[in-house]
C-alpha cells in the first residue's frame, strides 16, 4: 500500500506490488499500470498511472479524468452543466418586464355590459351613452369583456343589441377584427338589414383589400343567398377570385346554384370543376368512409330544378 501526492491533492491508497524508487521531484512506479482515486477538493477523480524503469526519466503528467461516482455512489454531473441548470432555473425565476393584461374579472365586466345593454330602449343616444358610461373609469379600453359580451349576446340571438354593441366599438376605434366583422354582418343577415350590410362590407374591402378572410367572403356570399340576391353573390365571387382566395364547398355550391339561376351553365359547370371537390369524408357506422361528391352534385342539381 502507497500514497500518491499530486500538488496539493492526496490520493487514496493505491495497491502496488513493487517498491516506488523517487527520482528528481517525482515518483517512479515499477511496471505495472495501477489505476487510483485521487482527492482533489470535495471530488473523487479516477487516474491511471503510467508506470516507467528508466531511472532519469523527468517527471510525468498524470492524467486525471473526472469520476462518475461521489462518496456515497451518486453519479456526479459535470461542472458546466451544473451551472447551466442553476442559470436555467434564475432564468425562470425573473419577473418578465412587460405588464399584462388582466382578464381575471373580465367576464364579469362582460356580463355587467349585457345587463345594461338589455335594459335599454331601442335608441342610438342611450345606448352610446350607458356603453361610455360602461368605460368611463377604465385606463384602457376593457376589448376582452366588450368581445366577450358581443359572444353572449350572439348565443343569446340578441341581434339588435349586436349591432349596437359592435357599431359602439368601431366608432371608438376598437375591435376591428375578422371575428368583429363577421359577428356584425351575421346580425345584419339575422335582421334583414341587407343595405346596411352592403355598405359594411365595402367599407371592409377597401379598408383590408389584402387581407379579407375566407370566412367573410362566406359569410357575405351566405347573406345574398338567404335573400336570393345571385347578382350580388357573383360579385363577390369576383372578388374572391381576384384575391385568389380559395371557397369551401358551401360557397362553390351556391355560386353554383347563382350562375343556374342566371342561366349560365358553362360557367357553372366550370366552377364545380375548378372548385368542387371530387372526394368527401361522412362518418357511416361509426367509421370514416370516403365517398365521391358526384352524387351529391346531381342531387343538388335536381332540387334546383
Not at 69 to 80: A, C, D, I, N, V
Not at 161 to 167: H, L, S, T
Amino acid at each position: 500500500m502507497m500514497l500518491v501526492k499530486c500538488g496539493n491533492s492526496i490520493s487514496c491508497p493505491i495497491q502496488s506490488s513493487g517498491t516506488c524508487q523517487s527520482v528528481g521531484n517525482g515518483l517512479v512506479i515499477p511496471s505495472k499500470k495501477d489505476i487510483g482515486a485521487v482527492l482533489l477538493g470535495n471530488k473523487i477523480f479516477k487516474c491511471r498511472i503510467s508506470v516507467s524503469h528508466k531511472k532519469n526519466s523527468s517527471n510525468r503528467a498524470v492524467p486525471f479524468t473526472q469520476s462518475s461516482l461521489s462518496h456515497s455512489g451518486r453519479k456526479l454531473g459535470h461542472p458546466r452543466e451544473l451551472e447551466k441548470k442553476g442559470k436555467e432555473r434564475d432564468g425562470k425565476r425573473e419577473h418578465h418586464l412587460w405588464h399584462r393584461r388582466d382578464s381575471a374579472k373580465s367576464g364579469q365586466k362582460a356580463l355587467s355590459l349585457v345587463r345594461i345593454v338589455s335594459e335599454l330602449p331601442n335608441e342610438k343616444e342611450a345606448v352610446y351613452g350607458a356603453l361610455d358610461k360602461w368605460t368611463a373609469w377604465e385606463t384602457e379600453f376593457p376589448l376582452i369583456a366588450a368581445a366577450k359580451a358581443l359572444k353572449i349576446l350572439r348565443n343569446r340571438g340578441q341581434w339588435v343589441r349586436v349591432i349596437q354593441v359592435a357599431k359602439w366599438m368601431l366608432s371608438r376605434g376598437q375591435g376591428t377584427t375578422m371575428g368583429t366583422y363577421d359577428t356584425l354582418l351575421l346580425a345584419f343577415d339575422k335582421e334583414q338589414r341587407v343595405e346596411e350590410a352592403e355598405s359594411f362590407w365595402n367599407m371592409i374591402i377597401h379598408a383590408h383589400t389584402r387581407s379579407v378572410s375566407k370566412r367573410l367572403f362566406s359569410r357575405m356570399i351566405a347573406l345574398y343567398d338567404h335573400h336570393n340576391m345571385p347578382d350580388k353573390i357573383i360579385e363577390v365571387f369576383a372578388d374572391m377570385e381576384e384575391l385568389r382566395v380559395k371557397p369551401d364547398e358551401d360557397t362553390v355550391r351556391r355560386v353554383a346554384r347563382s350562375f343556374g339561376k342566371l342561366g349560365q351553365e358553362e360557367k357553372k359547370k366550370l366552377v364545380i370543376k375548378r372548385y368542387g371537390l371530387k372526394w368527401k369524408y361522412i362518418h357511416f357506422n361509426g367509421e370514416r368512409v370516403r365517398v365521391r361528391t358526384d352524387a351529391a352534385w346531381e342531387e343538388d342539381d335536381e332540387s334546383t330544378n
